[in-house]
Every structure is written in structure tokens, then in C-alpha cells.
């Protein structure tokens, strides 16, 4: 069973980036459409971004276009988020998830794993 873990979340102040990483484990990604999902207390979780398995097809929701950008390295088994020109409302809890199907950046019932999630904080 494939394992998901995300890194580098934190506190930033507005304008400023982070990067995320998700590493896998028990299991590659390289056949699988890797996303992020954010969500914030209360509210439904929402796609942010994906790369599907072969590297060069990405989508992203219309509020981080230009300023996200999504990558993965498959022999790291590791998806990467960069964040940049950050806005407070961004804020919320970032999640990492893997599916067998690009229908993911549609629906997130499409994701097969998922990561516990990290935090970011964008102070304005």
C-alpha cells in the first residue's frame, strides 16, 4: 500500500514562496496522476494542482495559475509543490494525493492515497 508523507509546510509572510514535497513509499507513483488538494477548516477540500505520470501534462485551479507550479521526480518516488507569490488565502492545510486516473484534477474521489497533509500560513 503506497504511503504518502508531506514536507515543508510553514509560516511565510505574503509575496513569499515554499516548497512542498511528498514522498512515497510501499509502492512507485511512477505509473500514477500525483495532485495536491488544500482545504480549510470548515470548507470542502479543493484541487490546487497535478502532474499525471507522463511529466509533461500539469493542470492547476484558476487561483494558483502563475504563481504554483507542480513537478515530480519518479525516481525519487516524490511530487513537488512550488509556491510562490503567496496570498493569506492560500492558508489552509495542503494535502498530497495519488490516483491511477488523470480524473483526478476533477474529483478528488479519484484519489487512491493520501498524505496526513501540511500546513501553510500566509500572513498578509
Known amino acids: 500500500q503506497v504511503q504518502l508523507v508531506e514536507y515543508g509546510g510553514g509560516f511565510v509572510q505574503a509575496g513569499g514562496s515554499l516548497r512542498l514535497s511528498c514522498v512515497a513509499s510501499?509502492?512507485?507513483?511512477?505509473?500514477?496522476?500525483m495532485g495536491w488538494f488544500r482545504q480549510v477548516l470548515g470548507k470542502e477540500r479543493e484541487f490546487v494542482a497535478a502532474?499525471?505520470?507522463?511529466?509533461?501534462?500539469?493542470a492547476y485551479a484558476d487561483s494558483v495559475k502563475g504563481r504554483f507550479a507542480v513537478s515530480r521526480d519518479n525516481a525519487k518516488n516524490t511530487v513537488y509543490l512550488q509556491l510562490n507569490s503567496l496570498k493569506s488565502e492560500d492558508t489552509a492545510v495542503y494535502y498530497c494525493?495519488?490516483?491511477?486516473?488523470?480524473?483526478?484534477?476533477?474529483?478528488?474521489?479519484?484519489?487512491?492515497?493520501w498524505g496526513q497533509g501540511t500546513q501553510v500560513t500566509v500572513s498578509s
Open positions: 494525493a495519488g490516483s491511477y486516473t488523470w480524473h483526478l484534477i476533477r474529483s478528488k474521489a479519484e484519489a487512491a492515497h
Open positions: 510501499g509502492g512507485t507513483i511512477s505509473t500514477k496522476a
Open positions: 502532474v499525471r505520470w507522463d511529466h509533461g501534462v500539469t
